[in-house]
């Protein structure tokens, strides 16, 4: 995928690998615990939020991040705004 603009890559700010021994991601240098897959999601946003990257972030997610109770803790107060989420 390339930038419409600059024809320059665009990459993800980070990913993650689960597997039994826990969970290797982008976002921190040590193993991380198995969290449910919502559970990790929240987490990450929130990690890359707080990047504060200077750019608009939208996270684009499957159905399976379609989880009331999960949008509500990312749109507290305490979480950094706007967080914009497509839910395919």
Request: with cysteine; aromatic share 0%; glycine share 2%.
């Amino acid at each position: 995928m390339t930038s419409a603009t600059s024809d320059l890559p665009i990459a993800p700010v980070a990913q993650s690998l689960t597997n039994n021994t826990g969970c290797h991601s982008t976002l921190n240098e040590n193993l991380l615990p198995q969290e449910t897959h919502l559970d990790a999601l929240t987490a990450s946003i929130s990690q890359i939020e707080a990047l504060e990257l200077n750019k608009t972030l939208i996270h684009l997610i499957d159905r399976e991040g379609d989880s009331v109770d999960h949008l509500r803790q990312l749109m507290q107060p305490s979480s950094p705004l706007p967080v914009s989420l497509i839910v395919i």
